[in-house]
């Protein structure tokens, strides 16, 4: 029986070993622990690759843009104005068809343990990263897919008509036409340098799709390790040229469920969670906040121009006054948007501030369409999205507060949806009379809200389902393109708003807003007021070790529960 | 001894013969076509077809078939998943040691419970004590896992903070793959962080564990229980007691002991019932283990995952099976002249 004793013996030794170890682990908390060093963000999703010139997944670039690499320009600020990152400097001639970058000299590419880098950045890395999309002869256009569906979308390659290196230092785009919201496209996410080194040394190792998979850059950390659909281990990049970030490791832990996501987050495992649920819960712990941004996006009520009754601008008039827009924030959006003046969100440095609104007035409403000519009454049929989007989360309750609403000035209103690609096809056709929808825009300009959304071209291209066609709004919004000058530009954008808000082909409803939720032990920016997430800025408040026991700094828990960046002064513009 | 180990070996020959069978005949009964099922390669070029029909003896009769699965199956060669198209045996390497780990933390932690809890209840043999253990065991057995598992994580993470949610440890820590075993091969790392990922390791084990561990221990409650019982009414306690040996005398130096050899014997059985509740466990708690990832490829009607996954995953509860009777063998000399494999 001396077996049982020593099963005995053995359990008691391996649990004491247990214990001691588990103590000597709280011993060596002298210098910083790796937790206090990292940080661990709760992904929605994996990203599709790590080049983000191939995605125009929000999920991607989050991922990988400003983490992994850098952009010639950069937008800063709330208003998104344009400010130097790899060009220092930048001259656009008086005809807008030239414009030449010059590089800085001092900035670095990662090094890893599959690349390291000989040379610091230069022109090559710039023409190597533009023409891999321009010309479909470079050898890596077509190396994953050859899709850039971004550039794509702009039209890029008819825009560019190529890239010239001056000398090492300075590269010049020409233009094939003017367009002003060329250098607006340079900072946005897509647009990113990749290194022509590395490129290089892929070919001769006849290994080309590695430059997507394992990806060298310019940004602020470098990629450790990716398992598939797991996380993604960043490392920080030591000779980042704008300094070192102040985490040393930054690991995205893909959590696609949004409930383990909350789970995570509330349990501590992770430091920030993307676009969480329970908000409530959130704003009601003290050691979290919540904070949220507005986004470059318009969700709003179309009217199709060319059929009765919306070919009478008295009659869209009066549908517009007799909304209740604040309802429908509070009820669709449960008040996570701010309500849409005009389809320029507030954000957007073309944004005048007196620009007014078509106010809720049923009463008004009412007058004017009897003097239309429809006292009786008319019925209308109103088109709902049938899936979710940011701008519009829920198109069918909406649908549903407006028939209420319209009910009241005589107008009967049928609700209608189809399944989304029949949805969209039938709108490019024009079947429908009025319709909910929204944009989001692909960049800050402020004429990726205009032109696609109102103009009179759009209403081939299928994106401006309203079929209203101004030629006096596609004059300003063409003069608008062919100026640089910022104030000539707003003005305007201005005028062209004062117009939709008297033709009122649309009634622009929210602007809703991206939400992320965070320890209130992290400090610093991470949600950008244009594009995806931004880690360098971040850094994490070590907690205070009193008696072994941890105790968080008090100071910071009076800080208001919700930052609103809106509310937040605008940043300095450094370089 | 010998003719036990050979009538084990024989046993778990014959039983590994019909698992297979089994494995190899849901390649038939699974839809689609049966050489992919086996290989699980759906992008095979024709040439490629050609090479697998061949390799798995596709042409010939299907007693040769199963000739051809067998050997790939001893070759370690599972085939690839539908869904990602990796290798099925490099994925089960790098799982089932995880899975290996939490489970036998659970037993450990289901038989440090529930035993002594047992024998209390036997020696306090219809008392309140007894009635109390009793229905506490009758408690935890009731409660199905997955809500035991996510009050636990609700409790213990949300509400307390002491013990994370989901996870074998932190994604701060890299930790080589030596064994699997995540203890060990922390142990077996160079890290700086060493015992900080140790602690934290720990701590992750910690809720999923005691949730699996609490089905077990009431099993063991009982059994204990029951055993203790029969032993106390055994006519060599009553000589004990008759001889003037004290109460603690009794319990430890004589029933205890030969209470624990009748629950050894049922280890084995309580093994397979854990690994079952590990399964669910694992997905609540995302624990990387073969049986998350046997749901998630039941999920995605990854066929040939499936089919592996179950046969490597009945082969290990058995090989356990097998090495428990072996200890219970050793342990007591009576068990060896049992003619029945069990």
């Given at each position: 029986m001396a077996v049982t004793t020593m099963n005995f013996n053995f359990f008691s030794i391996f649990t004491l070993v247990t214990f001691t170890s588990l103590l000597s682990g709280c011993n060596d908390g002298d210098k910083l622990t790796l937790s206090e060093r990292s940080i661990i963000y709760c992904s929605e999703g994996p990203p599709e690759t790590f080049n983000p010139q191939l995605s125009i997944s929000g999920t991607t670039t989050d991922a990988t843009s400003k983490q992994l690499y850098n952009r010639l320009l950069v937008f800063?600020?709330?208003?998104?104005?344009?400010?130097?990152?790899?060009?220092?400097?930048?001259?656009?001639?008086?005809?807008?068809?030239?414009?030449?970058?010059?590089?800085?000299?001092?900035?670095?590419?990662?090094?890893?343990?599959?690349?390291?880098?000989?040379?610091?950045?230069?022109?090559?890395?710039?023409?190597?990263?533009?023409?891999?999309?321009?010309?479909?002869?470079?050898?890596?256009?077509?190396?994953?897919?050859?899709?850039?569906?971004?550039?794509?979308?702009?039209?890029?390659?008819?825009?560019?008509?190529?890239?010239?290196?001056?000398?090492?230092?300075?590269?010049?785009?020409?233009?094939?036409?003017?367009?002003?919201?060329?250098?607006?496209?340079?900072?946005?996410?897509?647009?990113?340098?990749?290194?022509?080194?590395?490129?290089?040394q892929l070919s001769a190792n006849n290994n080309q799709h590695n430059i997507d998979i394992l990806p060298i850059g310019t940004g602020p950390f470098k990629l450790k390790d990716y398992r598939v659909g797991s996380f993604i281990r960043f490392y920080r990049h030591d000779d980042y040229w704008q300094g070192k970030a102040h985490i040393e490791q930054l690991v995205y832990d893909i959590s696609p469920s949004k409930t383990s996501r909350l789970t995570k987050f509330l349990a501590k495992e992770c430091d920030v969670s993307s676009y969480p649920i329970a908000h409530k819960k959130i704003t009601d712990r003290k050691d979290l906040t919540l904070e949220s941004i507005t986004s470059l996006n318009v969700g709003y009520l179309g009217f199709n121009t060319q059929k009765p009754p919306f070919n009478d601008k008295a009659v869209r008039q009066a549908v517009s006054l007799a909304i209740n827009k604040q309802a429908l924030i509070e009820t669709v959006y449960q008040d996570q948007a701010t309500?849409?003046?005009?389809?320029?969100?507030?954000?957007?440095?073309?944004?005048?501030?007196?620009?007014?609104?078509?106010?809720?007035?049923?009463?008004?409403?009412?007058?004017?369409?009897?003097?239309?000519?429809?006292?009786?009454?008319?019925?209308?049929?109103?088109?709902?999205?049938?899936?979710?989007?940011?701008?519009?989360?829920?198109?069918?309750?909406?649908?549903?507060?407006?028939?209420?609403?319209?009910?009241?000035?005589?107008?009967?209103?049928?609700?209608?949806?189809?399944?989304?690609?029949?949805?969209?096809?039938?709108?490019?056709?024009?079947?429908?009379?009025?319709?909910?929808?929204?944009?989001?825009?692909?960049?800050?300009?402020?004429?990726?809200?205009?032109?696609?959304?109102?103009?009179?071209?759009?209403?081939?291209?299928?994106?401006?389902?309203?079929?209203?066609?101004?030629?006096?709004?596609d004059q300003l919004l063409s003069s608008a393109l062919h100026t640089s000058d910022i104030n000539k530009r707003k003005s305007y954008y201005t005028k062209a708003m004062a117009i939709i808000k008297e033709e009122a082909p649309l009634l622009p409803i929210a602007h809703s807003k991206r939400f992320q939720a965070r320890d209130i032990n992290i400090e610093g920016d991470i949600l950008e007021y244009f594009g995806g997430i931004n880690f360098y800025q971040v850094s994490k408040r070590?907690?205070?070790?009193?008696?072994?026991?941890?105790?968080?700094?008090?100071?910071?828990?009076?800080?208001?529960?919700?930052?609103?960046?809106?509310?937040?002064?605008?940043?300095?513009?450094n370089n | 001894m010998l003719t036990f180990t050979l009538r084990r070996l024989s046993l778990f020959v014959f039983t590994m013969l019909v698992l297979t069978m089994l494995s190899f005949s849901l390649s038939f009964l699974f839809p689609g076509d049966t050489v992919i099922n086996h290989s699980g390669q759906i992008n095979a070029s024709a040439e490629e077809l050609a090479e697998l029909n061949k390799s798995y003896h596709m042409d010939q009769s299907i007693i040769s078939q199963y000739g051809a699965y067998l050997k790939h199956i001893l070759n370690g060669d599972f085939g690839l998943s539908a869904v990602n198209q990796s290798s099925i045996s490099h994925d089960i390497l790098k799982l089932l040691p995880a899975t290996i780990e939490l489970s036998l933390v659970a037993l450990l932690i289901a038989m440090?419970?529930?035993?002594?809890?047992?024998?209390?209840?036997?020696?306090?043999?219809?008392?309140?004590?007894?009635?109390?253990?009793?229905?506490?065991?009758?408690?935890?057995?009731?409660?199905?896992?997955?809500?035991?598992?996510?009050?636990?994580?609700?409790?213990?993470?949300?509400?307390?903070?002491?013990?994370?949610?989901?996870?074998?440890?932190?994604?701060?820590?890299?930790?080589?793959?030596?064994?699997?075993?995540?203890?060990?091969?922390?142990?077996?790392?160079?890290?700086?962080?060493?015992?900080?990922?140790?602690?934290?390791?720990?701590?992750?084990?910690?809720?999923?564990?005691?949730?699996?561990?609490?089905?077990?221990?009431?099993?063991?409650?009982?059994?204990?229980?029951?055993?203790?019982?029969?032993?106390?009414?055994?006519?060599?306690?009553?000589?004990?007691?008759?001889?003037?040996?004290?109460?603690?005398?009794?319990?430890?130096?004589?029933?205890?002991?030969?209470?624990?050899?009748?629950?050894?014997?049922?280890?084995?059985?309580?093994?397979?019932?854990?690994?079952?509740?590990?399964?669910?466990?694992?997905?609540?708690f995302s624990w990387p283990g073969i049986g998350r990832w046997l749901i998630e490829s039941i999920y995605q009607r990854d066929y040939s995952a499936i089919q592996s996954g179950l046969l490597v995953l009945s082969c290990f509860i058995f090989i356990i099976h097998i090495l428990i009777d072996f200890i219970y063998a050793g342990l007591n000399p009576l068990a060896r002249g049992n003619k029945y494999g069990s």
């Open positions: 800063k600020g709330k208003n998104n104005i344009l400010a130097p990152s790899l060009a220092k400097s930048w001259h656009v001639t008086h005809d807008g068809k030239k414009i030449t970058l010059y590089l800085r000299q001092d900035v670095s590419f990662h090094q890893t343990n599959y690349f390291t880098p000989k040379r610091l950045f230069n022109a090559d890395d710039v023409l190597f990263s533009f023409n891999r999309i321009l010309s479909k002869n470079n050898a890596y256009h077509n190396v994953s897919s050859g899709q850039y569906p971004f550039f794509e979308s702009i039209k890029f390659n008819e825009l560019v008509d190529k890239v010239e290196k001056i000398n090492d230092h300075t590269v010049r785009f020409i233009l094939k036409r003017n367009d002003s919201s060329f250098l607006a496209n340079l900072a946005t996410d897509y647009a990113v340098v990749l290194s022509a080194e590395y490129a290089q309500r849409a003046k005009s389809i320029l969100p507030e954000t957007s440095w073309a944004y005048d501030n007196n620009i007014t609104e078509i106010s809720y007035d049923p009463k008004r409403a009412k007058a004017l369409l009897a003097s239309a000519g429809y006292s009786q009454g008319i019925s209308i049929d109103l088109w709902a999205m049938p899936l979710q989007r940011a701008y519009n989360p829920n198109a069918i309750t909406m649908a549903k507060l407006i028939q209420n609403d319209l009910k009241k000035i005589n107008i009967k209103v049928n609700i209608i949806s189809y399944e989304w690609t029949a949805f969209l096809r039938r709108l490019s056709q024009g079947e429908h009379q009025s319709f909910l929808l929204g944009w989001t825009a692909d960049n800050p300009d402020p004429d990726n809200f205009f032109t696609p959304m109102l103009s009179c071209s759009a209403t081939d291209k299928g994106s401006n389902h309203t079929f209203w066609c101004n030629k006096k709004y070590v907690s205070k070790k009193v008696d072994g026991k941890a105790l968080n700094n008090t100071t910071m828990i009076s800080s208001p529960k919700i930052i609103d960046k809106e509310t937040m002064p605008i940043e300095k513009v | 440090l419970i529930g035993i002594p809890l047992g024998f209390v209840a036997a020696i306090y043999h219809n008392k309140i004590a007894d009635s109390a253990i009793l229905s506490l065991a009758m408690l935890g057995y009731s409660i199905p896992v997955f809500w035991l598992g996510l009050l636990a994580i609700l409790f213990f993470s949300i509400g307390l903070g002491w013990l994370p949610s989901s996870g074998q440890i932190s994604l701060l820590f890299e930790i080589k793959f030596v064994t699997g075993i995540q203890l060990i091969d922390i142990l077996l790392s160079d890290s700086p962080y060493k015992w900080q990922a140790f602690r934290d390791a720990s701590l992750h084990i910690i809720l999923p564990a005691c949730v699996i561990a609490v089905a077990p221990a009431t099993i063991f409650i009982r059994l204990s229980r029951a055993s203790m019982i029969d032993v106390l009414a055994s006519s060599y306690i009553r000589a004990a007691r008759a001889k003037g040996l004290n109460f603690r005398q009794i319990i430890f130096r004589h029933a205890t002991r030969n209470a624990l050899i009748q629950i050894i014997r049922h280890v084995g059985l309580q093994f397979a019932n854990l690994v079952t509740i590990a399964m669910v466990t694992e997905v609540i």
